[in-house]
């Protein structure tokens, strides 16, 4: 057999493995960029996203997302991509960016498309409302189209709207990524844990030494209004760095007497006071697992913790670091979360917690973040 017939073998056998490896890639799950993941208001493409902030006042609000905007805006250090329009009294603010969105890298080719786009933040008493809008794309320098011509459910779905064309498929992922990511900003910035993979995460962020406050992933912790305390932030290791901080008026615990445990108050859920949100930061976040003391499986969550709402519930975030095991709370379908101010023995607050559905698959060496709806809350008189 001469070296042409060998030659010729081996590419006719490689053909049908790079088919079927070609193949694999497209029978990707598309699931979320199916209908309805590029909304639309009015015929334009507007990504909204609401966040509650229980406890920080308007001002608070806007100081965090004017500092976010700026900071994000400048990433490319293009003066082009900037805050153009403020109103403080309003709690509005404005911005025009420009960014890189990456198709596919690789030592021999680059894919990438430019990308404008227009955000904006209104700020209220205890939430914010973003909204990214005026998206267009720059390829290849001559190419220019818009997001309502390119990436809608009319251009870039089939007729049967089950599978994305393949021409704009990419366009839509990444798009719709795109946005996800600069929620996600948002919500570190207000002290939510950062679930993305740390591949996915900002350069600046594995290229600082020190975190800063909006690109932390871990939870804000606020002092009282009687004097300074620290912001610690956590950034999904168990080490943790300090910063200075403002301050805000802690809400003063309100509510019912426990009649399970004695010494304990049992607060509203619509209105968490300040001390909890510290208690995420500044002490130590216990996972208990089963109802009988003598069975129960306890665990800290080495990687932080934070609050919020989703779809107006409370939900409470706790995050485990990669070598912890897990399996107890994967099992769980509720669990109590016991949050210890420095130097107790006793739980401060105790939070009741039905696990939610997650909606991403952690990968290996990666820290897992659990979702729980707050079913009580109880605060230590």
Request: contains cysteine.
């Amino acid at each position: 057999m001469n070296k042409f017939t060998i030659l010729f073998l081996t590419m006719f056998l490689a053909l049908p493995m790079a088919m079927k490896a070609d193949s694999a890639k497209e029978k990707k799950d598309d699931t979320r960029y199916l209908v309805g993941a590029v909304p639309e208001v009015e015929g334009k493409v507007v990504f909204s996203k609401e966040f509650q902030i229980p406890g920080m006042s308007q001002a608070q609000i806007y100081d965090t997302m004017t500092k976010w905007m700026d900071e994000r805006l400048k990433e490319n250090k293009n003066i082009d991509s900037r805050i153009v329009f403020s109103d403080e009294a309003k709690g509005t603010i404005a911005g025009i960016g420009e960014e890189w969105i990456v198709f596919s890298s690789s030592a021999l080719s680059l894919d990438r498309t430019l990308v404008n786009y227009q955000i904006t933040v209104t700020c209220n008493p205890g939430n914010c409302l973003v909204e990214l809008e005026k998206i267009r794309f720059t390829y290849r320098e001559t190419e220019k189209y818009k997001a309502e011509e390119w990436i809608t459910d009319k251009y870039a779905l089939n007729k049967a709207k089950t599978k994305l064309v393949r021409g704009l498929a990419k366009w839509r992922r990444k798009t719709v990524d795109f946005a996800d990511d600069i929620f996600m900003d948002v919500a570190v910035a207000f002290g939510a844990p950062d679930t993305r993979p740390k591949t996915e995460k900002k350069k600046k962020e594995e290229e600082q030494k020190t975190p800063s406050i909006v690109a932390a992933a871990g939870p804000i912790v606020i002092g009282g209004a009687d004097k300074k305390t620290d912001i610690k932030v956590t950034t999904g290791e168990p080490a943790q760095t300090t910063v200075p901080a403002a301050t805000l008026t802690p809400a003063t615990p309100a509510g019912k007497a426990s009649a399970d445990m004695p010494g304990y108050i049992e607060i509203d859920l619509k209105q968490i006071p300040g001390e909890v949100y510290a208690l995420m930061g500044s002490g130590k976040l216990v996972i208990s697992i089963g109802k009988d003391e003598f069975n129960m499986t306890n665990m800290t969550a080495n990687a932080g913790g934070a609050l919020g709402y989703q779809s107006g519930k409370a939900v409470a975030y706790c995050t485990l670091s990669p070598d912890q095991a897990y399996d107890a709370i994967e099992k769980a379908d509720s669990y109590t979360l016991k949050l210890y101010a420095p130097n107790q023995t006793t739980p401060s607050a105790v939070i009741e917690c039905k696990k939610m559905p997650s909606q991403t698959t952690p990968q290996a060496g990666q820290p897992r973040t659990y979702v729980g709806e707050i079913v009580k809350l109880l605060m230590k008189k």
